[in-house]
Each structure stands twice: as C-alpha cells, then as structure tokens.
C-alpha cells in the first residue's frame, strides 16, 4: 500500500500545486479562460465559477486520491477521483495545450500525466 501511495502523490501533486496556484492567480487565470474562449455573450461570472470549480477539482481530488490510497478506505473513491482527474486534464489539453509548434512540450506533458493516471486506475 506505501508504493501505491507514493505513485499516487508523485502523479497527483501536480494538481494540487496547480490549484493553489490559481487561487493566488484568480483574477489572471480567469481572464486567461475569457480569451481561450473569447466568446462576449458569456457573462464573466461563468468564468469566475468555472475557475472556482477548476480550483476546487484541483485541490480535493488529489487529497482524496491520496487518502483512499492507504487501502483504508472503498478503493472506488480512490478512483472515482483519479478518474474525475483524468477527464478533466483530457479537456484541459483539449482546450490549453492541443500540439501545435508552440504547445508540443505541454501537450506531451500533459499525455504523460495522462498516462500516469490511467495507471492509476488500473491498480
């Protein structure tokens, strides 16, 4: 069960670090949707709830995959959660970092992460 929790964390830490980035980088984070988006009929409260969402995801899914790990509890948080995880960072290279000349090392990245989850699940 320690091995499992160890590749949970490295695999999941990403996430976390990530959504608490964004709390400190609400505003700019926001408004880097707002321009992927870019579509003016959108209120910015909808971007300012999806970012919220996007921070709550990034912050409790990794806690909870990282608790269930221990083998203490119903393995089908553990991957209810890893799962949520993996859709999302689907989407999120969908939407961030589809290949392009600029956006080939993020893209890979990313696939790598998905990767990693994917394992996850599997275990």
């Known amino acids: 069960m320690?091995?499992?929790?160890?590749q949970t964390l490295f695999v999941v830490l990403i996430f976390f670090t990530?959504?608490?980035n964004k709390i400190f980088n609400f505003s700019p984070t926001v408004?880097?949707?707002k321009n992927k988006i870019n579509i003016k009929l959108i209120p910015?409260?909808?971007f300012k709830l999806v970012i919220l969402l996007v921070i709550v995801l990034e912050v409790l899914a990794?806690?909870?995959a990282l608790v269930t790990s221990s083998g203490n509890?119903?393995?089908l948080y553990n991957k209810l959660s890893i799962l949520v995880l993996l859709v999302f960072?689907?989407?999120a290279t969908l939407l961030y970092h589809?290949?392009?000349k600029t956006q080939m090392m993020p893209f890979l990245k990313n696939l790598a992460i998905i990767g990693g989850l994917w394992a996850l699940i599997q275990k």
Do not use: V
């Not at 320690?2 to 160890?6: Q, R, S, V």
């Open 18 to 20: 990530a959504g608490i």
């Open 2 to 6: 320690l091995n499992l929790f160890f």
């Open 44 to 46: 910015d409260l909808f």
């Open 62 to 64: 990794p806690i909870i």
């Open 73 to 75: 509890f119903n393995p």
């Open 89 to 91: 960072t689907i989407l």
């Open 31 to 33: 408004n880097g949707l």
């Open 98 to 100: 589809f290949p392009s």
